[in-house]
């Protein structure tokens, strides 16, 4: 079974790199055939030389998703997606003020057995029609976070410069390739992600070192409360 791990996060703050990279780490560590989905959005801007409409939002969105779920049905055991739909339909809430595509968005990314959140520090740059400037940054994270929490669904940050910030998403995937992977690989594939695991410390959150109180501890008590 395909494993979706989905990057999403306000814009500039290093997606599409760290998906590139994650994606290259993972096949040299497990031997796992891995996919990147880019941002759909982001071919749709260069083609069209401009930014989309209102009315064009959903038709984005459901693109993201149909190429991911292609990636996921030839094959590929990991797929990287440099976004998901649910980064179109925050767009859509903010610029739009319509927040119609939010459930089905919503729906997709529960699909997804891992979501990782970048975190805003890193310094903005300019890339194209795409971004608006690094004043969106902030409300783009807070609505991101308003509608996993809201939907229930967890999540995991993905925070520093370079080398820490693949570091970083590595520690988050591993715990979930080696639940997937143990016994159903043998020959040392999984040695690294192995240790990896055994030199990280009890209780890794990403929030402890963060001024964020509504990131994983708050996810994981509201899914506790609606699982009781």
């Known amino acids: 079974m395909t ?3 989905a990057l999403i996060g306000a814009e500039s703050t290093g997606k599409s790199r760290l998906a590139l990279e994650l994606a290259e780490r993972l096949r040299q560590d497990t031997g796992l055939r891995c996919a990147v989905v880019p941002e759909h959005l982001r071919s749709w801007c260069e083609t069209r030389g401009r930014t989309p409409r209102a009315d064009e939002q959903a038709a984005i969105a459901a693109e993201q998703a149909r190429q991911i779920e292609e990636a996921a049905a030839q094959g590929h055991e990991l797929v990287i997606c440099d976004t998901t739909p649910l980064m179109t339909a925050i767009y859509s809430q903010l610029l739009f003020r319509d927040p119609s595509l ?54 995991s940050g993905v925070g520093g410069r370079e080398g820490a910030r693949l570091e970083s998403a590595l520690n988050a995937v591993t715990p979930l390739l080696l639940r997937r992977g143990r016994g159903q690989r043998s020959g040392g594939l999984f040695t690294r992600l192995q240790a990896r695991q055994e030199a990280l410390p009890e209780q890794a959150w990403f929030c402890q070192d963060c001024d964020v109180p509504e990131c994983e501890h708050a996810s994981l008590r509201l899914r506790t409360q609606r699982d009781a």
Do not use: N
């Open 102 to 155: 939010l459930p089905a968005a919503l729906d997709f990314q529960r699909r997804c057995e891992l979501t990782l959140l970048t975190a805003l520090d890193l310094p903005w740059v300019a890339d194209g029609l795409q971004r608006d400037g690094p004043q969106v940054q902030q409300p783009v994270d807070a609505a991101l976070r308003s509608a996993l929490l809201g939907a229930g669904l967890g999540w």
């Open 3 to 5: 494993i979706k791990i």
